[in-house]
């Protein structure tokens, strides 16, 4: 028989959310919450705990951008790509992160405290460009506050 | 009187004491609240502009024992952010609507589906939800609210996505009918409307239908709230008079040389500058769900288009095929007659494309690709072209 390692923090969601269908997203938000990605081990022991197939975890997770099934960093930065942004220099702040994090869009540094990636509108078009590190939105970016604004993430160890 | 229809309104942030129309409305037989709805002519304000009391009325009528309000906080239209403002503004004008709702069709569970990128406003939520509960508590009533994430999925907003995202699924739209006021979350009749949209619900029960209907026109009656970005000295979010024409618009918010004008975001249409002063902001003319963006001269429509494209593209859920292939083909499409691989005369073929798209796509996603498409090609032909 194989063993099964207890998961606690995946018991714990458990718990906390219940165990039936409709917990599955709240789990799994709080899975990346605490992780900033959800692991293979982690989608199947979340599928065991909710006694659904592992591919159905997975099947769900992956239609979710913000439930990444690929590593990333402690903060991720996400740069809307949309056109209020894409018109208000989103490229020149894209350019000045690279730059400063010294990692390309679609990467993460390999301290794994930054991932650097592009979103979808995400509803501050009136103060573009705009960005989210992890839930925190950041709007009226030029390349000196994004600057102002990564070297206080640089300091948190 | 150049700016007599660009009207400033202030009801839906108008800050206002909620539970003495919650204490109005428990008294009220439920049908009387629906016809109260129905009489002020409020269309749902998420863009689709279903008339809100017809919904309602629809609701009251299943028989079931377990029915929902979902208030759809999923904004994610490009250039739509007022529904983020209305919640982090006056959020217990939102759960006070729902409730109306919940009194007016018999439910007694309800969901606000906010979307992920408005996960700030969660603990503040949370807040105004524990003193709405202890309202409803005072008041005897049963009805209870939970907040429920999205995850960055645009297609989480159209209504039946938005259910099995809660019911935690992949938010894939279902085919319709039947209606969610049929069976909606979890198989059940269920009310879905959008964040402004119940908060005018409370502000009609509050001063009456009649003085809603004041405002507005006969097809669109009452106040809306825009989200007003692009070239503009004025971005920002204003509540403004419906019936306003794009000219009349253009005049408040323009830089002086605006040459279009995006109408209800990526999925709306675009109004060039000789069409400003016949076309109305409205459900007579250009319908909106609040987004308004203004490009000036120095941008490239083709940009613009590209970048619509590239976000269709990547939000279509990719369930049905005219929606995941249409959007992929037109976007390779207008590139290729970009670059010169393809003729001026390939532009038509895409139309039609679109146009199939509209006709054939399982939901509002697919079936709106065509409208900014359509009017941003035929407009700005020489622009896609060279």
């Known amino acids: 028989m194989e063993t099964i390692i207890e998961n606690e923090l995946v018991r714990e969601l458990a718990n906390k959310h219940g165990r039936t269908r409709e917990s599955l997203i709240p789990i799994l938000q709080d899975l990346v919450v605490q992780y900033r990605f959800l692991s293979k081990k982690d989608m199947v022991d979340v599928a065991r705990e909710l006694d659904i197939s592992a591919a159905d975890v997975f099947g769900t997770a992956t239609f979710y951008t913000f439930l990444d099934t690929e590593v990333r960093g402690k903060y991720i930065i996400r740069i809307c790509k949309t056109i209020s942004c894409a018109m208000k220099g989103k490229n020149e702040i894209l350019s000045t992160i690279e730059d400063i994090l010294k990692i390309k869009l679609g990467e993460t540094s390999s301290d794994r405290k930054f991932s650097l990636l592009e979103a979808n509108c995400i509803g501050w078009c009136h103060k573009a460009p705009a960005m989210l590190i992890n839930d925190t939105p950041y709007t009226e970016l030029t390349p000196e506050k994004v600057t102002e604004i990564l070297r206080e993430y640089i300091k948190i160890q | ?386």
């Open chain 2, 1 to 386: 009187m150049k700016d007599k229809h660009v009207k400033r309104v202030d009801l839906i942030f108008e800050k206002i004491e909620c539970r003495d129309v919650l204490e109005k409305i428990i008294d009220m037989e439920p049908d009387a609240i629906c016809q109260e709805i129905l009489e002020s002519d409020l269309k749902g304000r998420g863009g689709a502009g279903f008339p809100t009391g017809m919904k309602w009325r629809f609701g009251s009528q299943e028989e079931s024992s377990i029915k929902y309000i979902v208030c759809n906080a999923d904004e994610g239209e490009p250039g739509t952010f007022k529904d983020r403002e209305i919640l982090d503004q006056v959020p217990g004008k939102v759960f006070c609507g729902m409730a109306i709702a919940a009194r007016a069709v018999g439910a007694k569970a309800g969901y606000v589906y906010l979307r992920g990128e408005y996960k700030f406003l969660i603990p503040k939520l949370n807040e105004e939800l524990a003193k709405f509960h202890r309202t409803m508590d005072e008041f005897n009533q049963n009805f209870r609210i939970q907040v429920r994430l999205g995850s960055g999925a645009y297609i989480c907003g159209e209504e039946s996505a938005l259910f099995e995202s809660i019911e935690g699924k992949r938010g894939e739209p279902r085919n319709k009918p039947p209606y969610p006021t049929t069976s909606g979350l979890f198989g059940k009749p269920t009310i879905i409307n959008n964040v402004e949209t119940l908060v005018y619900t409370v502000m009609i029960m509050k001063y009456g239908a009649s003085h809603f209907k004041e405002l507005g026109t006969k097809d669109s009656r009452g106040s809306k709230v825009f989200s007003v970005s692009g070239d503009t000295p004025k971005a920002g979010i204003f509540e403004l008079e419906l019936g306003m024409s794009v000219n009349e618009f253009v005049e408040e918010f323009g830089d002086g040389d605006t040459k279009a004008v995006q109408v209800g975001g990526a999925s709306g249409f675009c109004v060039p500058r000789k069409r400003f002063e016949e076309t109305i902001i409205g459900f007579e003319g250009v319908p909106t769900g609040g987004s308004m963006k203004l490009f000036n001269s120095t941008r490239s429509m083709y940009n613009v288009l590209h970048n619509y494209l590239d976000f269709f593209t990547e939000e279509s859920c990719g369930q049905c095929t005219p929606c995941r292939v249409g959007c992929q083909q037109l976007l390779k499409g207008v590139e290729a007659v970009k670059r010169g691989d393809k003729n001026s005369k390939y532009l038509d073929e895409l139309v039609k494309l679109a146009k199939t798209m509209k006709r054939a796509s399982k939901c509002g996603l697919g079936q709106s690709v065509g409208n900014a498409f359509g009017s941003i090609v035929e407009n700005f032909k020489e622009e896609i072209i060279y």
